[in-house]
């Protein structure tokens, strides 16, 4: 049976700045971090490992930026270098959509999310922070729940088309 994504009670789409997506971020950021101090000479017990995930979850929890987030650390007491730097940067700017995506797909599978609209289908969409947006439907990426929707591109060129990709629960069909 498939799930009407917007009935109440569903569990929601993992996004990017969720407490459980960003948990499982850390956790998967945390053997990096731990090579990297072994690499200057610190080799923490098993004991301090929930401190050094606390930290860095506080850390890296609203920026993505390695530079800034090594900075952070630094304030609370670490002495950070460069290649912490680009770990953090590197983590931050993949590891992150990474994990976002790996739990995505959990939950299509737990949540048995099927695209409700086939290929060819009008519908309108939200764009942004409010505005609409309406095209058709040109492909169902079923890993990651989202539509490919063409919309028209005014005062381009007659015949343009922008490609978007919205979520399922995001779309509604044109009759």
């Not at 919309?151 to 978007?164: E, M």
Request: with cysteine; aromatic share 8%; hydrophobic share 35%.
């Amino acid at each position: 049976m498939q799930l009407n994504l917007l009935n109440v009670g569903h569990t929601p789409r993992p996004k990017i700045n969720d407490k459980k997506v960003h948990t499982k971020f850390v956790e998967a950021l945390l053997p990096k971090v731990l090579r990297w101090l072994k690499s200057q000479g610190d080799n923490p017990p098993d004991s301090e490992i929930d401190h050094i995930k606390s930290e860095l979850f506080n850390a890296t929890q609203y920026d993505y930026d390695g530079h800034r987030i090594a900075m952070r650390l630094n304030v609370i007491g670490w002495e950070t270098d460069l290649e912490l730097s680009e770990i953090l940067d590197s983590a931050s700017n993949f590891l992150r959509f990474e994990t976002r995506d790996k739990l995505i797909e959990e939950w299509i599978v737990q949540q048995v999310v099927l695209p409700e609209y086939s290929v060819g289908t009008r519908v309108s969409f939200q764009v942004g922070l409010g505005a609409s947006s309406e095209g058709v439907i040109t492909a169902i990426n079923e890993k990651r729940a989202t539509y490919s929707i063409e919309t028209p591109i005014d005062n381009v060129k007659p015949g343009a088309q922008k490609l978007h990709h919205v979520e399922y629960e995001k779309c509604k069909k044109i009759e």
